[in-house]
């Protein structure tokens, strides 16, 4: 059966703000998922909070929703129980990089076989507007109207600092090149960390539309972790496209010694085992 928009969308109204990145990424997502031709029942969806998070009931599929950073966890859970699904972790740069931080690192380095899309949009924008660690130093925003005192975090450095097998950056202001990185994090065996710059026209303006399609350029996909150190330290350009892949590094459950040959996925095995006893002490 073909999948088509109508598999994926919702009836439920969007809350985002005229002009909001948002838009775009989850069309971009709903995209590749359809040219994957990948049915919502077959997709875990793990949404965290924040105006990203609020995306959860507006895209079809198996959707959860874990606090600040606890959407990889709960990504990471299911795919664990079941490798026949497909799972994606929406996340912003809030959760992800400020108040949950840890769980990107510990996946990365686990090479978990799932995608994360980190929208970056250089600010808390739920709740309207306070710096994060992606913000430039000396950022001035509600809360901080001296400007932000400490040093900010470059999401790609951080990640290639930890041996990734893939990190690709993407634009939400252009959704069809999006939508082909997203398609190449979700073909990808192991963790693909993608970071979205998103443009956030409410609460941080300076980082209009106009100003990052001036930075951008498309990159074509490289294996030198050299250049993909270059490129994401470069102030001047925002590259885009899958900056760096290393097929070698094996995906977490490749690595399990005691799962290799066996067929099955946790989620049948448990139904060999009566959980009635631990259920009890609940009831
Ligand atoms: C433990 C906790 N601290 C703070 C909050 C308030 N809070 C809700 S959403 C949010 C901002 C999330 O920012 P980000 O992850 O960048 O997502 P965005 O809204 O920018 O998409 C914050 C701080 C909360 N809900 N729970």
């Not at 985002?16 to 989850?26: A, K, Q, R, S, T």
């Not at 990190?167 to 959704?175: I, V």
Request: proline share 3%; with cysteine; net charge neutral.
């Amino acid at each position: 059966m073909k999948i088509d928009i109508f598999d994926y969308n919702t009836n439920v109204k969007n809350t985002w703000c005229p002009g909001c990145g948002n838009f775009n990424i989850h069309m971009a997502l709903k995209t590749a998922l359809i040219e994957l031709n990948r049915h919502p029942s077959d997709v875990v969806l793990s949404f965290d909070i924040g105006c990203n998070g609020n995306g959860g009931d507006k895209i079809e599929g198996f959707r959860v929703k874990g606090l600040h950073g606890r959407a990889i966890p709960f990504a990471v859970g299911a795919h664990i129980a079941n490798r026949r699904m497909t799972v994606i972790a929406d996340i912003g740069d809030g959760g992800c990089l400020h108040e949950g931080i840890d769980h990107l690192i510990h996946a990365i380095r686990s090479n978990y076989d799932i995608t994360v899309l980190i929208h970056n949009n250089e600010n808390f924008a739920l709740t309207t507007g306070q710096i994060t660690s992606t913000s430039d130093t000396g950022k001035r925003m509600y809360g901080f109207p001296n400007g932000k005192t400490e040093g900010d975090i470059n999401i790609g450095e951080l990640v290639l600092s930890l041996n990734p097998s893939f990190y690709a950056r993407g634009f939400s202001g252009d959704p069809i090149h999006l939508a082909q990185i997203i398609k190449s994090g979700i073909k990808h065996k192991g963790f693909s960390a993608i970071e979205i710059v998103q443009v956030c026209p409410t609460y941080n303006p300076e980082n209009s539309l106009e100003l990052l399609k001036s930075k951008i350029e498309k990159v074509e996909e490289s294996d030198d972790i050299e250049i993909a150190r270059k490129r994401v330290c470069d102030d001047k350009k925002l590259y885009t496209g899958v900056i760096y892949r290393n097929s070698s590094i094996k995906d977490y459950y490749s690595k399990l010694k005691n799962r290799q040959n066996i067929k099955s996925e946790l989620v049948d095995e448990v139904k060999n085992h009566s959980i009635s006893n631990i259920l009890s002490d609940f009831q």
